[in-house]
T-cell receptor, first 112, second 114 residues
Framework: GDSVTQKQGQVTLSEDDFLFINCTYSTTTYPTLFWYVQYPGQGPQLLLKVTTANNKGISRGFEATYDKGTTSFHLQKASVQESDSAVYFCALARTGGYKVVFGSGTRLLVSP | EAAVTQSPRNKVAVTGGKVTLSCNQTNNHNNMYWYRQDTGHGLRLIHYSYGAGSTEKGDIPDGYKASRPSQENFSLILELATPSQTSVYFC?????????????FGAGTRLSVL
């Protein structure tokens, strides 16, 4: 079945550091790929999504490129702030499908 | 703005008891979902629904039932709660067409089974 892998359980950075969160996926079809962010005490919310392979999604300074060749959708940000501290989930949904599959999440801690 | 409301926000149950978690959405989305969140596992899909009257098994349905009596409401039922069902549960709504599979989540229900 479809799956999403996030190998980093936690990432610890200082303000203005570069952020890179790894995400790879496995599916037999053409998915839409998502990054969701979850702040403490809240449900996840959409950060960005990309529906077409080799396209880039950009939101709030974050970006991710849907790389069909390496089946990756890594999340990056040039300069993190303390307010970016949250849990980040990578997810996929099959085109025309109903199920959305999530990775295990990466907790980002940013110190001032 | 999309709105998904879950109740209760916190629940303590006894082993063997029945627990019902409720979810209401005002987005008029066709699809609704129940996920549980556990450290190291992320969000795992329990049940989902295409519309009123429908329920489908997700990836971890054992020990759970679901009910979708209307477009707006989707319940998760634990007939015989066990300590392994202690978790945070999230309801979400989405729509293939209008939201392009983007899910809108509630704030979650923290369930403790003692």
């Amino acid at each position: 079945g479809d799956s999403v892998t996030q190998k980093q359980g936690q990432v610890t950075l200082s303000e203005d550091d570069f952020l890179f969160i790894n995400c790879t996926y496995s599916t037999t079809t053409y998915p839409t790929l998502f990054w969701y962010v979850q702040y403490p005490g809240q449900g996840p919310q959409l950060l960005l999504k990309v529906t077409t392979a080799n396209n880039k999604g950009i939101s709030r300074g974050f970006e991710a490129t849907y790389d069909k060749g390496t089946t990756s959708f890594h999340l990056q940000k040039a300069s993190v702030q303390e307010s970016d501290s949250a849990v980040y989930f990578c997810a996929l949904a099959r085109t025309g499908g109903y199920k959305v599959v999530f990775g295990s999440g990466t907790r980002l801690l940013v110190s001032p | 703005e999309a709105a998904v409301t879950q109740s209760p926000r916190n629940k303590v149950a006894v082993t063997g008891g029945k627990v019902t978690l409720s979810c209401n959405q005002t987005n008029n989305h066709n699809n609704m979902y129940w996920y549980r969140q556990d450290t190291g596992h992320g969000l795992r899909l329990i049940h989902y629904s295409y519309g009123a009257g429908s329920t489908e098994k997700g990836d971890i349905p054992d020990g759970y039932k679901a009910s979708r009596p209307s477009q707006e409401n989707f319940s998760l039922i634990l007939e015989l709660a066990t300590p392994s069902q202690t978790s945070v549960y999230f309801c979400a709504s989405g729509d293939l067409g209008r939201s392009q599979n983007t899910l809108y989540f509630g704030a979650g229900t923290r369930l403790s089974v003692l």
